[in-house]
Structures are given as C-alpha cells and as structure tokens.
C-alpha cells in the first residue's frame, strides 16, 4: 500500500484493537481467527515489531499448501529452536497418530521457555485437518513459562474453535479487525484525506469495515474525488 515510490501509507489500527493485541504479553496463547484480508498477518507483525515487544525474539512460522508431513516438520524445527530437547523429540516421533498422541502432548506440556519468546504460527489453516485436536490443544497449553504462542489463522474446525473458546484462551475475530465510521474517519485522515462523518458511515456500510475494502476505497477517492461503487 504505496502513497508514492517513497513513501508507505501508514497502517491504523482501531484503539480496541491495540489494547487487546497489549494483552498478549500476559497469556501462554492466542488465537487470531478471520478470513482472508482483515489483516491479521500485518496487525501481529507491527505489534511485535514496533510495539513494546520489538526487543523480544519472534520465531515466525508460515504454514503453506504443502505435503503435510513436510509441514509439520518445519514447524518442528522453530519449536526446536525455542526447546531443542522438545524438538528433537517431537521431530522424531513425526505426524502423532493414535498411538503416539499421547507423547506428543506429554512433550508440548513439558516445553521449557525461560525467557520471553513469540512464536507465531501463521495461515494455521493448512495445518489443522492434519492434527489431532489433542495436539491442538496441548500446543495451546504448552508448558513454556515465558513463551507466548499466536496462531493466524482462517476458519478453524468446529471442534477446534470449541477449544479455544472453552478454554478461554485470548481470542481475536473478524470482529475485532473491523473498522468503524470513526476509524475510517481517523484513517483517511492520516492519508490526508479529510471526509464528512456521512461519507465515513456509507463507506463503513459498503465495506462491512474490512481494511482491504476500505483502503481501496481510499484509493479510489484519492485517483478519482469520489467513492467507488462498483459491486465486489
């Protein structure tokens, strides 16, 4: 998102938003759930890197459509460099099936963390019908005393998102991504670009708040003086 060849617009993120992503310094695990375009790749990675956790060690994973096994062993190897005992083991034991499950979730529980760690699983999506709901869980409740664990990611199956909620972990939705007539109205601003509260009401309704919608909007009234109302 280029304001010039020199210059990026600035990312606005709402204030509920920002006080919520402060709470992930004090919790085990979050879990981030929205779909494609809200922006959560880019709401995680400027708060870990501009906020007060920028002096923090990030291990950053991106799951990709890619053999199943070949992806869970790259997300092994960032676990091995958090833990390299608890790597090393879970690395050895592979894809947990019914008969290894049990270990599986034994050695996440017995993860040791000692200082301030992130570890960020992104596009979670493509991991989840390969692992058991247990080891979903236990990567949640890992025993890490100073990691903190993000997962990104698009819809979660019904029994994953089950667990999640149950459980109270910290959790993030589409909801939270939005921005409202007000934010929009801060946004443009920031952008130089100054509406009426109206405008910012209308563009809220035919955005739905989504931030890829909105700043195309933007960019469609700074090209053109007007809003874009052309359906999808």
């Known amino acids: 998102m280029e304001q010039n060849s020199n210059k990026r617009e600035p990312h606005y993120y709402s204030n509920r938003l920002k006080s919520k992503l402060d709470k992930l310094r004090f919790v085990p695990a979050a879990v981030v759930e929205a ?52 790597g090393e083991r879970l690395l050895k034991i592979g894809l947990p099936n019914v008969a290894t499950i049990g270990e599986a979730v034994e050695i ?19 991991l989840h019908d390969v692992l058991p709901l247990a080891f979903f869980t236990a990567l949640l409740e890992h025993g890490g005393k100073k990691l903190h664990l993000i997962i990104l990611t698009q819809m979660l199956k019904r029994n994953m998102h089950a667990s999640v909620v149950s459980r109270g972990f910290l959790y993030f939705t589409a909801a939270d991504l939005r921005l409202n007539a007000e934010d929009i109205s801060r946004y443009y601003n920031l952008n130089g670009v100054k509406i009426t509260p109206e405008n910012a009401k209308d563009v809220e309704q035919y955005t739905e708040g989504w931030i890829i919608a909105v700043y195309l909007q933007l960019r469609a009234f700074k090209e053109t003086g007007a809003f874009s109302d052309m359906p999808g």
């Not at 959560?40 to 923090?56: M, N, V, W």
């Not at 529980?109 to 493509?126: A, G």
């Open 35 to 86: 779909p494609s375009g809200y922006g959560k790749t880019t709401a995680i990675r400027d708060y870990l890197e501009t906020g007060p956790l920028q002096a923090i060690p990030v291990y950053w994973f991106t799951a990709v459509d890619e053999a199943p096994a070949v992806g869970f062993r790259r997300l092994l190897n960032e676990i091995k460099k958090i833990d390299i005992q608890a």
């Open 108 to 126: 996440l529980k017995s993860i040791k963390c000692m200082h301030e760690t992130y570890l960020v699983i992104d596009n979670f999506q493509f």
